[in-house]
């Protein structure tokens, strides 16, 4: 069966980076894109950004541009997202999910990683 | 950028029929999709392309877009229906992004 398994919660400070890794299993890694969404607590959902791991491409929502970055480690079925400069605001759960192709729907999630930033 | 808007909150007693609106300038143009998300789980996705039913998805849930309105609705409501759903689409006009509607609380009485 198709699973995302993300890396777990971290606390970071003002200013830091964060990474947060996504290992696929269950289907063909390179046959469908993933992309990040994250949702702040009692807020809704927030698309960030997107990688086909096949071809390396990605993009990025325009507010985090400069900020995010999306790499893939085909080996081991995994994609990272990094995030940097961080803020209070960027607090959230951070969601990986599968997407058959872009544009899409989102078909599976990870179960989240939460971020917290905090001084 | 192209803005999907939802009522935030819907009420439905079990048994009865729970209508939500997803609205944004001719989305009936679009493709929508629409998520489920209980308290402290990932989403789920319930329809796509405006109509269809993943596997495991119950006929209950059923879809539809034209004009200016998408719309979601869950037939014969369960007190496990009670959830936030998300109407989402491509943006393909102004940021080429994924959007999402800010979400409705579905209560069951």
């Known amino acids: 069966q198709v699973q995302l398994v993300q890396s777990g919660a971290e606390v970071k400070r003002p200013g830091a980076s964060v990474r947060v890794s996504c290992r696929a299993s269950g289907y063909t890694f390179s046959t469908f894109d993933l992309n990040w969404v994250r949702q702040a607590p009692g807020q809704g959902l927030e698309w960030m950004g997107w990688?086909?791991?096949?071809?390396?491409?990605?993009a990025s929502a325009q507010k985090f541009q400069g900020r995010l970055s999306m790499t893939t480690d085909s080996s081991i079925n995994t994609v990272y997202m990094d995030l940097s400069n961080l803020r209070y605001e960027d607090t959230a759960v951070y969601y990986c999910a599968r997407s058959p192709g872009t544009p899409g729907f989102f078909d599976f999630w990870g179960h989240g990683t939460m971020i917290t930033v905090s001084s | 950028s192209f803005v999907l808007t939802q009522p935030p909150s819907v009420s439905v007693a079990p048994g009865q029929t729970a209508t939500i609106t997803c609205g944004g300038n001719n989305i009936g143009r679009e493709s929508v999709h629409w998520y489920q998300q209980k308290p402290g789980q990932a989403p789920v996705l319930v329809i796509h392309?405006?109509?269809d039913r993943p596997s495991g998805i119950p006929e209950r849930f059923s879809g539809s877009n034209s004009g200016n309105t998408a719309t979601l609705t869950i037939s014969r409501v369960e007190a496990g229906d009670e959830a936030d759903y998300y109407c989402?689409?491509?943006?393909?006009?102004?940021?080429?992004?994924?959007?999402f509607g800010g979400g409705t609380t579905v209560s069951v009485l």
């Open positions: 392309y405006d109509s």
């Open positions: 989402q689409v491509w943006d393909s006009t102004f940021d080429h992004a994924y959007v």
């Open positions: 990688m086909d791991p096949k071809r390396g491409d990605t």
